[in-house]
């Protein structure tokens, strides 16, 4: 079955980096887009990063452009987003999703807290 496990988070203070990986199973991962999403406390899910699966082209956020990389290694079935520059804004759960035919998946999710 598909499966998408996200590691990586954890507290960090501000202006630092952290870079969270997602491991993909039970599905041809070179095949498919991945996307970044994360959840703040009483905030709607946004869409933080989108990385194609072809060739690897990428979008973002408008707040985190700059800031913020993904990155994917098939050979290794793992989509990565670095992130440097934190603030405290960026405190959320991130989720690793992907949309496969008639389904979409998430992971369940990291915790990344910035704070001094």
Partial sequence: QVQLVESGGGLV???G???L???ASGFTFSSYAMRWYRQAPE???ELVAYISALYG???YADDVKGRFTISRDNAKNTVYLQMNSLKP??????YCNTLLPFLEYWGQGTQVTVSS
């Fill in 13 to 15: 203070q501000p202006g």
């Fill in 21 to 23: 990986s997602c491991v």
């Fill in 57 to 59: 082209s990428t979008k």
């Fill in 89 to 94: 804004e960026d405190t959320a759960i991130y």
């Fill in 17 to 19: 980096s952290l870079r």
């Fill in 43 to 45: 905030k709607e899910r």
